[in-house]
Structure formats: C-alpha cells, structure tokens
C-alpha cells in the first residue's frame, strides 16, 4: 500500500466512523421517543486487490435499521393508547380526507386518542387504520394484501339500532301457602319490559291473585292503557312434577281490536297484540309448560321476584370503546350492548428491518422490505395489542454510549494514520534536500 493509499484509508475511516455517531447521536436524540426504531452503522471493507499483490482498501458503513427488537411496555393508563407485543406495525394515514388506499404507511406509535371527530390519532397527527365491523358483527370478505377495504377508525357517534321484541319468557316463585284461604290475601304484582320497533323500552303489568282454591292462582296483564286479558293457572301439589304448572283455564280476553289476547294452555305461552304503532307488534310471553320447571313454579316459602327474559334489544348510543388484544375495538353502550366495531389489523413483511424510514417514527415498504400483509393481531407473528399504554423505544442508553466511546476512539485512530502518512510524506520530500 502506498502513502497516499494509507492516507485514503484513514479518510474513509474518518467518513465511516462519523456516519456511526451521527447514526448514535440519532439514537440517544430519540431514546424517549415513543415507537422510535434504533439505528446502526455497520463498518464494511472497501477495495479491492490485484494479481500482483497490490491493493488499495478502505471502510464503508452500511446503516441497519433493528425493526423487529421490541422496546418495554409504558403504562398511560389511556385506554386507547396501544403497544404491539410482536413483529406487526400500525396502518396509519396523515390525511383521512384523501383515498384510503393513498398516503397509508406503517409504525410502532401507538399514542391513539380520539380527536374532536372521533377519528384516533396518534401524538404525530397520523389516523389509525381498520376494518369496520358489519351490522352483523363480522368483517366479511377483508383484502389483507391491499389498502382497499380499511377506513379511519372513529369512535364518535356510535349508536346501535333497537329490535323489536317477538317472545319472553317468564320465571319466579308464588308462595303456595297463600292459596285455598277463605280470604285470599292481595295480589302479587311485577312488570315485564319488552322493546318496540324502534327500540324504546316498554312495559307490561302483570298480576298474580291467589284464590280460595288451592294452587290456583289468576294472572292478569294489562299496560297503562290496556287491560289484555287473564288465565286460571293451577299447579301440582304432588308426585315429580310438585310445585310446577298443572293446567290453564278460564281464559278471559278483555282487550278490543287492534289489541288482542290469546292463550295456549298446551305451552303455557299467551300472545299479545300490543296496540303500540301502525302495525300492532306481537309479543309471546311464557308462563312456563304443564310439568315443566323452566317458568313459573309455586313452593312454600316466599315470593320469589319475577325474572323477565324477552328478545330483542333497546336502541343505544356508546358510552365507551374498549381494545382487546386481538386488535378487536368493542363499543359498549347505554342499554348494556357490547358490539364489535372495528378490527385494526397489524401489517408484517418477510423482512421488515428492511423498510424505508421517515419521518414521525413511520416506515414505507421498499424493495429490501418485500410487500405486506395485514394480519389479525393476537396470531402468528403478527404480535398481540396491549392497551392503556405505549411501547418504548428500543434504544439502550448504556449500549448507545459504549458505541459512541468506541467509534470516538476509532476515529481518532484513523485521523492518526492520516497524520502518520502526512509526516512520511514530509520526510520523503525532505530526500531532496
């Protein structure tokens, strides 16, 4: 190697080692940067040698992105706030007026909180990607390889539709002992809520008066505008079936048209026709089947409050939004409803320290990368989702300035060779004199 050979080498090692601190400097800058990827300067050797033995050689750094080390769980005790456990990143988008499917890019800051759309935003201004839950609680057919079927995830204005209630069901406890009296004392009297067509909740009135018979008891049900009608309902006193219904009689209809009132006393089930819309809504209440112990039942002891278990359901609006650790955003609302909303999927590469960085801790595919695939969190190597906090950034403070010692060092190594080769040069110019 000649003088001048050993000068460049000292020059591109001067190049190298001020890429790795700058690569460090970058590093310790953004050690509490949440989300935040380290970066790192590998040294390569550059040159090459001839036939003869002659060589001209030198260093190069090849910068390595560590995508795929995980930093340590912070607690924000934000709810919405999420931290991947695994290899998969985040879709955002900066502009969610634009093409969904234009301007997503991936990342690891999880610092989501609803803006004053609903849409979740991160601390760098960047709106969280998902899919949307259907009216029927699943995702449908879903592209994972594409952009095309996510949309901004907005927790705003979340209301679930009512549906109308069709049957209920009916279960409790009547004392025995308070029928076959020559004075039967008062009626024990419970209501019974149910859902019209627009999900408002409702409410039926319903009486059990004991009679001088034994075991037999007259219900009777009615609203606050309608008195539908009533039915005898008389219990075994003994054998297997003690204590559960025995048969129903004396049906009585008191409601007139478009109300109406049936009984079925093979079921036990009466039918209201409730006066309540345009088109009268039809309920079918059970008391429980002759010998059957899944509805009303009478014993000795104490009344027993009536247990009502209609179908159907009450309109309601969110009252808060709740993440699972499959990436599942489940909106729970007023009338006790907890729903599906949206599925935020996590992406995954064949090599994802290959991505290309930018800025606010956000990454694009590149060529090194390979193409994506949106993931179901919780599975493969996705990674799962906590919530409530953020994840770290990966970068070890201590590591940092032990590099940094060592690149100081080996920078002042080859600034000495430069100095070295300078002072041959000197003395081979000096020959002369």
Avoid: C
């Amino acid at each position: 190697m000649s003088i001048s050979n050993a000068m460049a080498s000292g020059v591109s090692g001067l190049l190298a080692n001020s890429k790795a601190v700058e690569n460090i400097s970058y590093n310790i800058a953004n050690a509490d940067t949440v989300g935040y990827r380290r970066s790192f300067s590998q040294m390569i050797t550059s040159g090459s040698t001839s036939a003869s033995g002659s060589f001209a050689t030198g260093v190069a750094t090849a910068v390595t992105h560590s995508n795929t080390a995980e930093g340590s769980f912070m607690d924000t005790a934000v709810g919405s706030n999420m931290a991947i456990t695994g290899s998969g990143f985040f879709v955002v988008n900066s502009n969610i007026d634009a093409s969904y499917t234009a301007g997503n890019m991936f990342t690891r800051v999880g610092s989501f909180e609803p803006d004053d759309n609903g849409n979740l935003v991160n601390a760098a201004g960047l709106y969280l990607m998902g899919f949307p839950y259907g009216g029927d609680g699943t995702l449908g057919a879903v592209d994972r390889a594409s952009f095309g079927d996510l949309e901004p995830v907005n927790i705003a204005n979340q209301t679930i539709s009512g549906t109308a209630t069709t049957s209920a069901s009916l279960s409790g406890n009547l004392p025995s002992q308070e029928t076959g009296l020559d004075t039967p004392g008062e009626a024990f009297v419970t209501s019974a809520e149910y859902y019209n067509d627009l999900g408002e909740a409702e409410r039926l009135t319903l009486s059990f008066q004991p009679t001088g018979d034994d075991d037999a008891w007259v219900v009777t049900i009615s609203d606050g505008t309608t008195e539908y009608g009533s039915v005898t309902m008389t219990f075994n006193d003994s054998g297997p079936d003690a204590g559960s219904p025995a048969s129903f009689d004396d049906v009585t209809v008191t409601a007139t048209a478009p109300a109406g009132f049936a009984f079925d006393p093979a079921t036990g089930e009466m039918m209201l026709t409730i006066n309540n819309a345009d088109t009268p809504q039809v309920v079918t209440m059970s008391l429980g089947a002759p010998g059957s112990f899944d509805g009303l039942t009478q014993f000795a002891g104490d009344y027993t409050p009536m247990t009502v278990k209609p179908n159907g359901s009450e309109s309601g609006t969110l009252t808060r939004v709740e993440f699972d650790e499959f990436g599942d955003v489940w909106g729970v609302f007023d009338n006790g409803t907890r729903k599906a909303l949206y599925s935020i999927p996590l992406a995954t590469f064949a090599n994802p320290n290959g991505l290309e960085t930018s800025n606010n801790s956000t990454f694009h595919m590149s060529n090194d990368s390979g193409g994506f695939y949106l993931g179901q969190a919780g599975t493969g190597e996705t990674g799962s989702l906590s919530s409530g906090g953020v994840e770290s950034a990966n970068v070890d403070i201590a590591e940092e300035l032990t590099d940094l010692i060592q690149r100081q060092r080996a920078y002042s190594s080859n600034a000495k060779i430069i100095t070295t080769a300078d002072e041959m040069l000197n003395e081979t110019v000096n020959l002369k004199r």
